[in-house]
């Protein structure tokens, strides 16, 4: 079936780049997303990329897409203490069903 | 435009007891959705309805029921709580075709005692 898998944690500096690992299983996924979620709040989308792309970038983040290891990155440059959040890669499941992954928890400390 | 609203945001219930989660969205989209948040576990979607007068199941959707109301609103009905219904709920809405990109509400947070 399909499933979406992510490292629950990561811990950076102010300053450096962070970068959020995901893998995924369905291959015929059109698209591929990152959604942020800060607390308290909603998901809301940060930025996706279509499958026929291996690269995507927006100001400060960059998406990576490798499809033959069915590998998803997103970079953040110049982390800021206003990125700590919770990041979930979805894949679109069809019939406009997106599956999520479990979410990687960001935090950045000075 | 106020996106997707939810009501109530919190809600506490004792086990057996029924409510009803309201969601509304004013962006004209077709399809709305509702998932539910555990820790650990990402949001698993519970039901979804492509267009005004269909709803289908998700993954999650036994102990659910869902009425698309109108084309705004798609509401989540508990008939009888249970503790493992104890989780943050959240709507969606999207249209199609627009990178499919789903727009979510704030979320109810409910605890079933």
């Known amino acids: 079936g399909e499933d979406v898998e992510q490292s629950l944690f990561l811990s950076v500096r102010e300053g450096d780049s962070s970068v959020i690992n995901c893998t995924y299983t369905?291959?015929?996924?059109?698209?591929l997303y990152w959604y942020k979620q800060e607390p308290g709040a909603g998901l809301q989308l940060l930025t996706y990329?279509?499958?026929?792309?291996d690269m995507k970038q927006d100001q400060r983040l960059t998406v990576l897409l490798n499809k033959k290891d069915k590998h998803l990155s997103l970079c953040i440059a110049d982390t800021q203490t206003g990125d700590s959040a919770i990041y979930f890669c979805a894949e679109n499941g069809g019939y406009n069903k997106l599956i999520f992954g479990a979410g990687t928890r960001l935090a950045v400390h000075p | 435009n106020a996106g997707v609203t939810q009501t109530p945001k919190f809600q506490v219930l004792k086990t057996g007891q029924s409510m009803t989660l309201q969601c509304a969205q004013d962006m004209n989209h077709n399809s709305m959705y509702w998932y539910r948040q555990d820790p650990g576990m990402g949001l698993r979607l519970i039901y979804y309805s492509a267009s005004e007068g269909t709803t289908d199941k998700g993954e999650v959707p036994n102990g659910y029921n869902v009425s698309r109301l109108n084309k705004r609103e798609f509401s989540l009905r508990l008939e009888s709580a249970a503790p493992s219904q104890t989780s943050v709920y959240f709507c969606a809405s999207s249209i199609p075709g627009q990178q499919e990109t789903q727009y979510f509400g704030p979320g109810t947070r409910l605890l079933v005692l």
């Open positions: 369905d291959s015929s996924s059109t698209y």
């Open positions: 990329i279509f499958s026929n792309m």
